[in-house]
């Protein structure tokens, strides 16, 4: 039992022990300095600059047995919360001989000169302890976090090829320890409330670097993260560290930005929105002029965007050959056929998007018209541009989607002609389906027809737009044109008659014949002609029997 008892309590202080050192990370130290074995007097001093060339080693050393059990790791000296520093720690064994008089120890960082330390030992401690594995140990070489530093341990006096080297990295900023006492890793730490009606985002900044000011910006995450130009700055004296930050869209690489006011601070950020992929899926243009179809992405994504044609069952169809993969460029599809059914389909992971750019009709460069009249289906074709279209007589059956083609027409429609595509002796289940040709995407259009009629046989019947002119507005038009002509005759006529009257009314107002009974007529003439009566080489004509007459003189040669 009192053997149980004390493995128990030593399971339980090898526990507690594991569970310090977990929580307190790093080992702190009070000071640096130089250790050396029991016994082994050291002292320290810096190394030259251009040090004495190695020379040959003494007969009777060991070069292979020189050095042993090399280790380095990282201490933390505090002096502060938050004024934490890291310490390279260099520990090695050696073989102890009266041809060691020390060990000189290099760290080389980037960007910086060799820094060297000669650590010898005293000649009563060398020739006490000559023979044995001795242990030195130094931990006074400053070092930055995720710095790669390169160590060489050489004898003193140095001998040709007994040296070691070795290359040590410094840890990252990922420890918890360190972003909490260290000031080139504390960042803060960033919470926030996404208010979705006001599009803002309520920030607040915890354990930030103290006595100094703190930054807080949106930007767009890439290989950068790039400004929005949402920017604000907490001040250290606040007693609140808090503050909102506008924003327009909720994209996923939209991210919050946090940096202690200081020269090289680190930062730290959050994305409220990491997991909105449906947000990049707008902002898709065309020009009709070329005829390009291009969308690029708000932030980098990678996905596939492919041109589909939507059914009535909202299951959109890939286009062949419509697809490119995206991931920061923009993407373009030529020579594409604006029509409400063409989408595209933005695939990223497991997950698919729809986005029908073309729904509004304002884009649609051609349509087919159903029209009935009398029981009569009447389909037309019209198009805003002039193209070239294959139209095709196709039957859908009950248990399958698929139209089945029976006869195919291509055809050139004009600009703003209409053609009509007309069915002679139609029956159930017929359809039109009709694609643009003059393009690499396009998608092919249904059009079902309601009439039945089994007893005919079916033909497509394409009338131009002359016929469809003639019967629908020439005759009429000739019609209402013949209609104002006799109407305009007929009004003549009457108006040349009542002039006629008022002019013949005008004349018998001189008239003193006894031989008038009609009042219709205003003077008589005789009815046989006599003789004109030849004076002085005038001819004077009878007068008429009318006072009011002017005479007519001829006057000769």
């Known amino acids: 039992m009192i053997l149980w008892v004390a493995l128990l309590m030593a399971h339980c202080s090898l526990g507690l022990n594991g569970a310090s050192a977990e929580s307190t990370g790093l080992e702190r130290i009070e000071k640096c300095d130089t250790r050396c074995s029991q016994g082994l007097h050291c002292r320290s001093k810096p190394d030259s600059l251009f040090p004495p060339p190695c020379q040959p080693p003494a007969e009777g050393l060991n070069t292979s047995s020189v050095f042993h059990n090399i280790s380095l790791s990282t201490v933390m000296r505090c002096e502060g919360r938050q004024k934490c520093s890291l310490h390279l720690r260099i520990k090695t064994a050696l073989h102890l001989t009266e041809f060691t008089h020390g060990v000189s120890i290099c760290t080389v960082t980037a960007g910086m000169m060799a820094n060297c330390q000669i650590f010898s030992f005293t000649r009563a401690s060398r020739e006490r302890m000559s023979g044995l594995q001795v242990e030195v140990e130094n931990d006074c070489t400053n070092i930055s976090p995720s710095q790669q530093v390169q160590v060489t341990l050489k004898t003193v006096p140095s001998y040709c090829g007994v040296t070691w080297t070795g290359t040590y990295e410094a840890p990252e900023c990922i420890s918890k320890d360190l972003r909490q006492h ?18 803002e985002l309520r920030v607040s900044v915890s354990d930030m670097l103290e006595n100094y000011n703190y930054h807080l910006r949106l930007c767009r995450k890439d290989f950068i993260c790039i400004d929005t130009g949402v920017n604000k700055l907490i001040k250290k004296e606040e007693p609140v560290k808090s503050t909102t930050l506008p924003y327009s869209r909720p994209l996923p690489c939209l991210c919050i930005e946090g940096w202690s006011a200081v020269m090289d601070a680190p930062r730290v950020q959050v994305c409220p929105f990491k997991d909105r992929l449906e947000e990049l899926w707008f902002g898709i243009n065309f020009d009709p002029l070329e005829g390009t179809l291009s969308w690029e992405p708000s932030c980098p994504v990678t996905a596939v965007v492919r041109l589909c044609q939507k059914r009535e069952d909202s299951v959109c169809v890939d286009l062949p050959h419509a697809s490119q993969n995206v991931s920061r460029e923009k993407i373009r599809f030529t020579e594409v056929d604006p029509h409400p059914q063409l989408c595209m389909k933005f695939t990223a992971g497991s997950q698919s998007w729809i986005r029908c750019p073309f729904t509004d009709t304002r884009f649609q460069a051609w349509e087919v018209i159903v029209t009935r ?185």
């Open 373 to 557: 009249r009398q029981g009569q289906e009447n389909v037309t074709m019209l198009s805003q541009i002039t193209a070239t279209f294959s139209v095709g007589l196709c039957v859908k059956s009950e248990r399958s989607t698929v139209c089945q083609v029976t006869e195919t027409h291509t055809m050139q429609v004009e600009k703003h002609k209409a053609v009509g595509l007309n069915l002679a002796g139609e029956r159930c289940n017929i359809c039109l389906q009709v694609k643009r040709l003059d393009v690499k995407f396009a998608a092919t259009i249904v059009h079902c027809l309601e009439q039945c009629n089994q007893t005919l046989p079916v033909r497509l019947v394409i009338s131009s737009r002359a016929s469809w002119i003639l019967t629908w507005v020439v005759v009429p038009a000739g019609v209402c044109l013949s209609s104002i002509i006799i109407f305009t005759l007929f009004l003549h006529i009457l108006l040349s008659v009542y002039q006629r009257r008022r002019q013949e009314e005008r004349k018998n107002g001189g008239c003193t014949s006894k031989k008038q009974t009609d009042p219709a007529f205003d003077c008589v003439v005789p009815a046989l002609p006599t003789q004109p009566v030849v004076r002085g080489g005038v001819l004077i004509p009878d007068s008429p029997q009318c006072g009011n007459n002017e005479k007519a003189n001829l006057i000769s040669n």
């Open 182 to 199: 260290v000031p080139e890793c504390i960042t803060g730490r960033l919470s926030y409330d996404v208010i979705p009606q006001r599009r």
